[in-house]
């Protein structure tokens, strides 16, 4: 009788320990996928919002062709290719870098 129950100790530790080698490998799984669903989340937003500044753009150009007349698509065109202003007209330029 003591040999039984000296044996099922041994299978209860066993399993014990199996168990908790499992749950610590889940936990570091978990926590490596969190990480990479962050920095998923982040590249998504900072493609959204690209793609939402070059949709404006589109349509700004789309706009300019539509009911602009020459003169403004040739001055658009200057102003964009070219870098040409007014000469009364100041240009800032943002280096903040966003």
């Known amino acids: ?3 039984k129950a000296n044996r099922k100790k041994k299978h209860s530790v066993i399993l014990r320990v199996l168990v908790l ?3 610590v490998y889940m936990v570091f799984s978990l926590t ?4 990479t669903y962050n ?3 982040k590249e998504l937003q900072a493609l959204t919002d690209r793609y939402n500044l070059l949709k404006t753009e589109v349509d700004d150009k789309r706009d300019l062709l539509e009911n602009g007349s020459r003169e403004q698509i040739i001055e658009q065109a200057a102003r964009d290719r070219l870098g040409y202003v007014y000469s009364n007209e100041e240009i800032y330029t943002d280096i903040s870098g966003d």
């Not at 490596?32 to 990480?35: A, E, F, S």
Request: charged share 30%; proline share 0%.
């Open 32 to 35: 490596g996928l969190y990480r």
């Open 21 to 23: 080698c499992v749950s």
């Open 1 to 3: 009788m003591k040999h």
């Open 39 to 41: 920095e998923s989340r």
